[in-house]
């Protein structure tokens, strides 16, 4: 905040972001380590070893890709996300055109229901939604998990086009509605490409809620192996006696550090608050 | 817009809707519905069935649905029926709590918080006076003080125990707010601090801390395995325990101990939500115009004063939703205290484990115990709870002014 920082302000920084940067690295690191050791070694008895790469094999990951349905796992989650992704964007910008575009009555109580309702947490409805699927014959199918998800996408990802949809000028389109375009199609040529990055965002914070969901998936998809989502297989591999936890760290491993790098590149979206400034209006 | 007019209008707008509705009714509408409906009767592990000529039974559960009975499961056990009273479930959760005992214990620690309140009021009262002002510190410290002298003079701790006392619901109801209320400043200050430093002009390396300091964001999405890893560095043979072996003493058991395990949950909390706190600062010190702090300077105001006076009244408008966002994320946490102690340490059977959250509980009441009665009588009060929260915030924050108009 001050133009020049006196020396000893300057150290008392660095030692904060050091420590910061410690604590908010430091159990990605041990993840990492974790995945090199060998068997059921998740801890080595000296302290280097808990901070530096003093043994390392590709053993863990060699067993996780090869031998463990590890793969399959991961094509479900990707599938299922992605499909999540595609089918609450569709849903999302179709609600959220007419949100934005069309003045009518009922729409700020249509808005305001959208919140309220999705205060209800989502944990607590699995019971009813779980029946509802058994009922449907899409227990265990992900189908029925894809249906789950983008439901549960939609008032967030709603709010958020809505929100962005509003800051962009609505005379372009009326502009191209002179020309002779329905209200629909103007909306689509026009805003919608101007839309993009609110689009992207919203697909990836869609994708994610589908890629790192425990409970739903557990629930919802519970086995057999060749159905099971990534995350709650590797948490019940974690938890099962007999695996070494070097499995699971590599496999843990594999599905957070790519999220973490898609969340780095996203950065910038996020400083501007585009979160929260979807929300706000 | 100006396009079209009347029916042709509605039936664009409802064929453009009608996608969300259809999930809504679905998945939201349809699963409050039957939870509020279970929530009076007694189904549970030995009554899982429906009783299909009970006509509300008939109506809401699906597998009575004349197009579904095919692929309902024939389970074994009697159907479940209506409790009798009604509201047995809610009675079982927090029935005691209207015995003269709990009632006056809730009165007490009411009248705790009072001196607080009267702070609040006075202190703004003194805000909008010219002269003759109260120094706002003075009125919240004599809040604070007659608050903790009361706390100890009404001996509040036997007030709250014997709360605890009354059932499940404000057992974990209290510690949850607890975890928020030590959870969420925690956060917003080391939030606070770092987006400060970053945010300082010159600071060699500020792109790679700025990096590194986000990282934690992107692992959250995955919280439930990130959160196991913390698992393993509070065990007893973990990271934590090791450095304690080396500097010469013994760690303690962090997972068995309540206190200790709270914290645990806490730290590793901290440590998932704190850079949504950090990038939100950020960004609204960013728009702060330097000119203010140059005049501050001029008038000779110190770090502290500019703290006070300009960084934080003005980043307060950005902060607040965030501020009230996190604390109704943090209210239902789920993954970090699932994974690192599955609501443990326990205290005993049928007693919720010390760091058995709301989300927590209503799992493993759901999908452990499968007390689907109390569940969503738990389920029901809590839905309330946050509803009402979300409505209060959406009024303090105005987060949906603007999308009206």
Known sequence: MKRKSKPIIRVLQYVILVIATLYALYPVWFAILASGRLGDRLYTLDLGGMFFPTEWTFENYRVMLFEKPFLTWLTNSLKVASITTVASLIVCTSAAFALSRFKFRGREFFLVFLLAISTFPGLLSLVAIAQLLTALGLYGKHAGLILAYTAGTIVFCTWNLKGYFDTIPIELEESAMLDGCSPVSAFFLIALPLAKPALAVTAILGFMSGWGDFVFASVLVPAPDSVKLAVPALYSLANSMSVPWGYFASGAVIVIIPTIIVYLAMNRYFEGGLTLGGVKG | ?405
């Open chain 2, 1 to 405: 817009m100006s396009g079209w007019l009347g029916r042709r209008k509605w039936i664009t707008i409802l064929l453009f809707l009608a996608p969300t509705i259809l999930a809504i009714l679905v998945f939201n509408v349809y699963p409050i519905l039957l939870n509020t409906y279970i929530s009076f009767t007694n189904r549970n592990k030995f009554r899982p069935n429906p009783d299909c000529d009970v006509v509300l039974t008939g109506l809401l559960d699906p597998i009575c649905w004349p197009a579904f009975r095919d692929n309902a499961p024939t389970g074994l056990g009697k159907p479940y029926v209506l409790q009798d009273p009604i509201l047995g479930n809610y009675d079982t959760l927090m029935g005691k709590l209207f015995t003269p005992e709990a009632l006056l214990s809730l009165v007490l620690i009411g009248v705790t918080f009072a001196p607080l309140i009267g702070a609040n009021y006075l202190s703004k009262k003194q805000e909008r006076k010219i002269d003759k002002k109260i120094p706002t510190n003075l009125v919240w410290g004599l809040g604070i003080l007659i608050a903790v002298a009361l706390f100890f003079i009404l001996n509040v701790p036997k007030s709250i125990s014997s709360l605890m006392a009354t059932g499940d619901f404000i057992t974990v109801v209290f510690r949850t707010a607890l975890f928020v209320l030590i959870r969420v400043p925690f956060t917003f200050i080391l939030g606070l601090i770092l987006a400060l430093i970053l945010n300082s002009e010159n600071l060699p390396g500020k792109t790679f801390f700025r990096v590194a300091l986000f990282v934690p964001w992107g692992a959250s999405s995955v919280a439930i395995l990130m959160a196991l890893v913390w698992q393993f560095l509070f065990r007893q043979q973990g990271t934590i325990n090791q450095i304690f072996a080396v500097i010469g003493g013994t760690g303690p058991i962090w997972l068995n101990d309540p206190i200790l395990a709270f914290g645990v949950v806490v730290i590793a909390d901290i440590w998932f939500s704190y850079p949504f706190f950090m990038v939100s600062i950020l960004g609204a010190l960013q728009s702060i115009p330097k000119e203010l702090y140059e005049a501050a300077e001029v008038d000779g105001a110190g770090f502290w004063t500019k703290l006070m006076k300009i960084t934080l009244p003005l980043i307060r408008p950005a902060v607040l939703p965030a501020a009230v966002l996190t604390s109704i994320t943090a209210f239902q946490m789920f993954g970090t205290a699932f994974a690192i102690t599955g609501g443990g340490p326990t205290r005993g059977a049928g007693v919720p484990g010390a760091t058995e959250f709301v989300m927590v509980y209503a799992y493993k009441q759901i999908f452990q115990q499968q007390n689907y009665g109390t569940a969503t009588a738990f389920a029901v009060m809590i839905f309330i709870m946050l509803f009402l929260a979300t409505l209060y915030s959406l009024r303090v924050t105005k987060m949906t002014k603007g999308a009206y108009e």
